[in-house]
């Protein structure tokens, strides 16, 4: 009885990671060049059952369901043409390094601009970092243009390159808001390249995502039904002492 506890509850604090993550998912689903995120689970508090003391082993008992490292998804990106000089869209495993607060990272989101002390930024502020690591600083968005490779320019003269960086998309996590950090083991490659005056848009599927939702709030909901008879069962055991 109590392992079928321990199942429940598992599964329900797995469920509620899962809907977390597809909530985020939802709210970024007009966020250009975000990457939908998946999560993944792994079995917990496993154990190996023999046929007998020192006998072969039948296989693994399992008690439960944990979070595993969530994974980005693969799929493609539509993108969409806007003009705009400073648009640029970027492949599902395509990145380009920023400055925050804490440090450098890594972003996708394309719909750049110039900030009031000249330097271009994202969406949230981040400093773009150039290929030297320094902020690139335009002094102003008039005449600037991002060709395909990530040059920087301003009337055919290089002002500045984008730190383009290639990692698989599955290689990466999402961070604080808007950027990206590798998983352990993962090293972006320096290079990459861009589609100017575009914007790659989210590739959230919003119809698949609220269904998701859906389906786990009800796979929640029996979690939560088989706790409570689960434990109204062991409760009456200690007090009667008979076993359903």
């Known amino acids: 009885m109590l392992r079928g506890v321990y199942e429940a509850a598992s599964g329900m604090l797995a469920l509620q990671h899962q809907e977390a993550v597809l909530a985020g998912n939802l709210a970024n689903a007009g966020t250009p060049g975000y990457l939908a995120e998946e999560p993944t689970f792994a079995t917990t508090l496993a154990l190996s059952i023999q046929s007998h003391p020192g006998g072969p ?45 804490t440090g450098t990272g890594y972003a996708r989101d394309g719909a750049l601009s110039v ?23 335009v002094g102003s968005a008039q005449g600037v243009t991002i060709t395909g490779s990530g040059q920087v320019q301003r009337g055919g003269q290089v002002i500045g390159s ?60 029996a979690d939560e039904e088989a706790a409570h008879v689960q434990a109204q069962a062991f409760a009456n055991l200690l007090a009667t002492g008979v076993q359903p």
């Open 57 to 101: 082993p039948v296989g693994p008992l399992a008690f439960g369901v944990a979070d595993a490292t969530d994974n980005l998804s693969t799929a493609p990106s539509q993108l969409t043409v806007t003009g705009r000089p400073l648009d640029i869209a970027l492949g599902s495993n395509v990145f380009f390094r920023v400055a925050t607060p």
């Open 115 to 137: 900030n009031a002390q000249g330097y271009l930024v994202t969406p949230e502020g981040y400093l773009v970092l150039g290929s030297n690591g320094a902020p690139i600083q």
């Open 162 to 221: 984008l730190a383009l960086f290639t990692a698989p998309a599955t290689g990466m996590l999402p961070g604080a808001t808007g950027l990206y950090v590798p998983k352990a083991g993962t090293v972006p490659a320096p290079g990459g390249t861009v589609t100017p005056g575009a914007l790659a848009l989210s590739n959230v599927d919003q119809a698949v995502a609220m269904a998701d939702v859906v389906q786990t709030v009800g796979l929640y909901q």
